[in-house]
């Protein structure tokens, strides 16, 4: 996948995990990309080492949104905010 997809699944993933997680997050366009490739990069590598799935399964989708909400959550408690469950 090249450069513009990694964004755009980035962004996708990143604004799933701001309207799953509870609270108001005060994020913008571009935090929340990096926050979703943070997520999917965490997940992925996570997931892969462990043989969960391997590159190109769906799994990896869902796996990289709970990393980056994981990864919304620590966020929020490190600034303060309200992003909490």
Do not use: D, E
């Not at 935090?31 to 999917?40: E, P, V």
């Not at 590159?55 to 905010?81: D, E, M, T």
Request: charged fraction near 5%; charge should be positive.
């Amino acid at each position: 996948m090249g450069l513009i997809g990694t964004i755009v699944i980035g962004f996708l993933v990143g604004w799933l995990a701001r309207a799953i997680l509870p609270g108001t997050q005060a994020l913008g366009f571009i935090l929340t990309t990096l926050l979703g490739i943070g997520g999917s990069l965490a997940a992925g590598y996570v997931g892969q080492a462990l043989n969960w799935y391997s590159v190109g399964q769906p799994a990896g989708f869902i796996a990289s949104v709970v990393g980056a909400v994981v990864l919304l959550f620590v966020v929020g408690k490190l600034r303060g905010g309200s992003a909490s469950a």
